[in-house]
């Protein structure tokens, strides 16, 4: 019985490289275990995104690619997973694109204010040339940007007051993302800007540590802000990609054909995310109704008001060291609208 084991397995080794070799395209697919972290709930657009994104890569390898994902930020905030994906410690992420201006100061130019005044703007925009170009710029620092998914446009949360005009954020402790354009703008509007990573957010929310946020509705439900928030104030004034991250030093060691698949999946989920994200967007405002939150629309004056205050906030980034990307951004947004 021994023999005859050793046989078998003298014959599985000896027959192994034959295998191999009839099938060349296959074995340049590993078995490869990767862990995809993100910030939101499972059950938020994000969680169902991630979770389409596995099943396309099992699907398209076959198997191979076990992909695992992390929610609720267990595996950190967006800026700590950055650097896990960076040191090779994790695989792969999706997260806001206003978080990564510590690694590559140009995405900071999604964030001004009233960019773009609809979602075929941004797409057109993020997945062209533009868009393109500024996902090439990560490479040098360790990330590989592969897609870009939509977040959406941001609102106002609080718990003080509704949000009519300006001045009614006079005061308002707001956190905001851990960026400089953020920073500026609600400092701008009269708000206190807090800026703190999501994952301590509604605790924050919670305790009072802040009386507001701003993000869109579909994150305000899916995170139950309304459990803890008042006042919603429709006022869409940043539209905020997420973008679907994976390590550098672990994406240079796959195959071309991983890398193919690895491409070719992302690209089916944003597709996917953002019809996804829009038909739930689309549902939200009357949940958040529902659950009891009071809802108002700036006015158009009022938006125009806006507009026209943070008018400086453009100036101060083109004078920081943004002015060619805003020029080019700004070129990108007047050719998807013709
Ligand atoms: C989730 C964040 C979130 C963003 C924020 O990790 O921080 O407010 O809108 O989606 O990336």
Redo the contacts with the bound molecule.
Sequence with gaps: FRKLLLATGLAAALLAPVAAATTASAQEVKTRIIRFG???SESSN?GRAVKFLAEEMSKRSGGKFKMKGFGD?SLG??IQMQNALIGGAQEMM???T??LVGIVKDFGVYDLPFLFNNEKEADAVLDGPFGEKLLKALNDKGLVGLVYWE?GF?NLTNSKRPITKIEDMGGIKLRV?QNPVYIDMFNRFGANAVPL???E?FTALETGTVDG????VT?IQSSKFYEVQKYLTISRHVY?P?IVLASKRWYDGLSADEKKILNESAVASREFERKDSRDASAQSVAYLKEKGMQINELSPAELDRMREMVKPAFDKYAAEGGADVLKDIQAAIAAARK
């Design positions: 993100y910030g939101l994000q930020a905030s967006d999706v997260g806001s206003a978080t977040n941001r993302m990573a999501f994952s957010l946020q701003e993000n869109p994150t905020s997420w």
